[in-house]
Structure formats: structure tokens, C-alpha cells
């Protein structure tokens, strides 16, 4: 869905949307299991090009645990404040002397912004960096491949090509 410029010149626009699962074009490894619904508002200022986006998304993701592979779920419930520039106004921040708030400002090419690419990336954003199925996951033997959330194995890990051991037999 596209925002365009000539919708908002009249006054802020309210945004009711929703996008089914399979709509976004999450990361290798993340399914949206849950219609991602998103409630703000769009506000345009014409002295500056500047396009404001605020309001609230939710959405159910599905991942792959970091560290035993299970399925993670993630519920999402999250706000926004976005503001996108014209990329023509994009100029370095050393050029210019932007304060700290002013650089996190993104932007937008033509007359228009690509909702469905700027909710994507919320949603990417919105995700833990570390994405386990729970806090304190033990992951898998890397040896034989077990989950040791379920069993423990009796592998040993024995180091392949240890390149402290001069070190450690100068110490002693």
C-alpha cells in the first residue's frame, strides 16, 4: 500500500491497516502468523516534505530458537513515531550540524511511501536481537546434535586445535 503525498496535503489522514500473513516478506526463518494490524494517523508538513507517522502495530511472528532450533512464538505489540524526509533532503549530518533527533529521520523517494516495506521493517525492529524460546535454553550438543532442553548427552567436546596450550604449559 502507498502513502502518497497528495493524500496528506488536506490534513492528517488516519491509518487502519492490515496486512495478512504471507503479505510481508519477513527474514529467512520468520513466519507472521497473525494478521499484522496497524492503527495511527499520517500527518505531511509541506514546508519540509516531511511525512510523520505515529500510532500502535501487533502481530504474532514465528522463528527458529537461536540456539535449539524449536519454534519461538513472539507476540508484538508495539508502538511508532516515524518521520521521512524527501531523499533529496538527505544530506550528511556533518554537512549540516543535525542534533541527535534529526538523524534518525529516513526517507522517501517520489511522492510517495511504501507502507508495507515501512511495517515490515517495524516489525523486523520490534523483534528481540537474540530470539530464544525461553530465557534460559541450553541449545544443542555440538557434538551429537541432542536438545539439551530435553536430555543431556554423554558427549565430550574435546578442543580439535587448542593454540593456548604453549601458553597455558609456560604459565604452569
Known amino acids: 500500500m502507498l502513502l502518497t503525498v497528495r493524500d496528506l496535503e488536506f490534513g492528517p489522514r488516519p491509518i487502519a491497516l492490515q496486512f495478512l500473513p504471507g503479505n510481508l516478506e519477513l527474514e529467512e526463518g520468520l513466519r507472521q502468523t497473525s494478521p499484522l494490524v496497524v492503527e495511527g494517523e499520517a500527518r505531511y508538513s509541506a514546508a519540509l516534505g516531511e511525512i510523520q507517522l505515529r500510532g500502535r502495530f501487533t502481530v504474532n511472528v514465528e522463528g527458529d530458537c537461536d540456539r535449539c532450533l524449536n519454534i519461538c512464538r513472539f507476540p508484538l505489540d508495539s508502538t511508532f513515531a516515524l518521520t521521512y524526509l ?13 542534533d541527535e533527533e534529526a538523524v534518525e529521520v529516513a526517507f522517501y523517494e517520489g511522492d510517495s511511501l511504501d507502507l ?27 557434538v551429537c546434535g541432542a536438545n539439551w532442553n530435553e536430555r543431556e ?20
Open 153 to 172: 548427552c554423554a558427549c565430550t567436546t574435546a578442543d580439535a586445535d587448542d593454540r593456548w596450550s604453549a601458553l597455558r604449559a609456560w604459565k604452569q
Open 116 to 142: 508495507r516495506e515501512v511495517f515490515r521493517e517495524q516489525v523486523l525492529l520490534a523483534l528481540p536481537m537474540q530470539r530464544l524460546c525461553r530465557e534460559n535454553c541450553h541449545g544443542l550438543c555440538p
Open 86 to 98: 524527501p531523499a533529496e533532503a538527505n544530506v550528511p549530518p556533518e554537512e549540516t550540524g543535525l
